[in-house]
């Protein structure tokens, strides 16, 4: 098969007796010899199996486990190539969906491409051939985990983890009732969280704590009544910071956090710079989180509202401001899928807007927000077809896309982000 190009999902894309394939493992100018693995009516699934002429942007993948774990797609393809590809895939849906084009495109912004993710879950399950744990990801294509060694990918502080975790699990008599493993690293130190049908025995816990301790992680388990700490010595928090606004926000196991921690510093800064808020401003934080963009916004301005559908994470927002000695911060919880229009902080207006959405995008909140007419709104992206979306409706209301860069926050995947600047047309 002769690959003409790349889908959104990182696949080659060939015809084949008029048929579309898209070939997993195929790059672009490529001739290669594949497997037909799902053939339907109007396209066709396809596996490379053997690459007769390489593209000059092929490379040798950086893990043992690529093109068996379902985790990352694009580490056949050079770094500097898949950041391209993701600018050009979000470039193409802003206008093929929303009709968008940008007045400026700026330099994406990316990272290190390598043990870049301070968290990850994986799953935990028992093999019936012998009884030994199987801790990994899911397999590519399938539900069924991978037995992983290592993630180079994952935090270097997490590298020999599983490992280490399999080692610690295997003969345990309540091995079975253990069915997720999640590791979170803030700046100093992080969270190892055991998923379990059942409370562990104290004799489990016990053996669980060497191996906390020796990656530097604090124990917790998780049930159907929740979240408890476990580990033998005192709690301390966890942390993270953004060096350039001088702020330390906390969090607890299981929240919410941006995977990439320098991407994310070069993402608060640059979304500040773009919104550009002043003394006098009022602004407004949707989909806020912890307080990730809202406290540097609050650094700036006059007021920030926070506006976060999860009520623990709402109150958390609430405890990194005051830790932070930050008074000008206020923190709601509100459904931003469901009707706002009668909440107290709605009816007063705002001169900046910033929303960091769901992949599902923020479509029913935007169409409540236009009316504020803020001079700027700023979009964080995690879905560019939403985005186009979304910012249809925006231009719809006056305004235009004055600013664009995509965003490499998952490297060696088919992901991408972006913020997008929307300004309001006098």
């Known amino acids: 098969m002769d690959i003409e190009g790349l889908s959104h999902e990182g696949r080659g894309v060939a015809r084949l007796e008029g048929k579309t394939v898209f070939v997993t493992g195929a790059l672009p100018g490529e001739q290669v010899k594949a497997r037909i693995d799902n053939d339907r009516n109007r396209y066709a699934e396809a596996q ?170 604090q124990l917790y388990l998780e049930d159907a009544q929740g979240t408890q700490y476990a580990g033998k010595d005192a709690e301390q928090p966890l942390t993270y910071s953004l060096p350039a606004f001088k702020l330390e926000l906390g969090f607890a196991p299981g929240d919410f956090l941006q995977v990439n921690p320098d991407l994310n510093r070069q993402m608060v800064s640059r979304a500040i710079e773009w919104l550009d808020p002043q003394p006098q401003d009022r602004v407004l934080d949707l989909f806020c989180g912890l307080g990730n963009f809202t406290l540097p916004l609050a650094t700036r301005c006059g007021e920030v509202i926070g506006i976060e559908g999860s009520e623990a994470m709402a109150e958390r927002a609430t405890l990194n401001a005051k830790a932070n000695g930050i008074e000008n911060a206020t923190f709601f919880r509100n459904d931003l899928s469901q009707d706002f229009r009668h909440q107290k902080w709605y009816r007063t207006g705002f001169d900046l807007i910033l929303l960091d959405p769901p992949r599902t995008g923020a479509r029913e909140a935007i169409l409540q927000l236009i009316g504020y007419k803020a001079k700027r709104i700023l979009y964080v992206s995690c879905n560019p077809a939403m985005l186009a979306r979304d910012g249809a409706e925006l231009a719809q209301a006056g305004y235009r896309l004055s600013r664009f860069c995509a965003m490499d926050m998952f490297p060696h995947t088919a992901h991408v982000e972006a913020l997008a600047l929307f300004e309001l047309t006098p």
């Open 48 to 217: 490379t199996l053997e690459v007769l002429s390489a593209s000059p942007d092929r490379c040798d993948p950086g893990c043992q486990h690529y093109g068996q774990c379902g985790g990352c797609d694009l580490q056949h393809l050079r770094h500097d190539q898949q950041i391209r590809f993701k600018q050009d895939q979000a470039l193409d849906q802003l206008k093929r969906i929303g009709n968008l084009v940008p007045e400026q495109i700026e330099t994406p912004l990316v990272s290190q491409p390598w043990h870049y993710r301070r968290s990850a879950r994986v799953g935990i399950n028992q093999l019936q051939r012998n009884g030994e744990p199987l801790i990994g990801f899911r397999r590519r294509a399938s539900n069924k985990l991978l037995q992983i060694e290592q993630c180079n990918v994952l935090d270097v502080r997490a590298q020999d983890l599983f490992r280490g975790l399999r080692d610690t699990l295997r003969g345990l008599d309540d091995l079975k009732s253990i069915t997720h493993a999640q590791v979170q690293y803030g700046d100093s130190r992080g969270a190892l969280t055991l998923r379990t049908k059942k409370p562990l025995r104290a004799d489990t816990q016990a053996r669980l704590q060497p191996l906390a301790q020796q990656f530097d992680l």
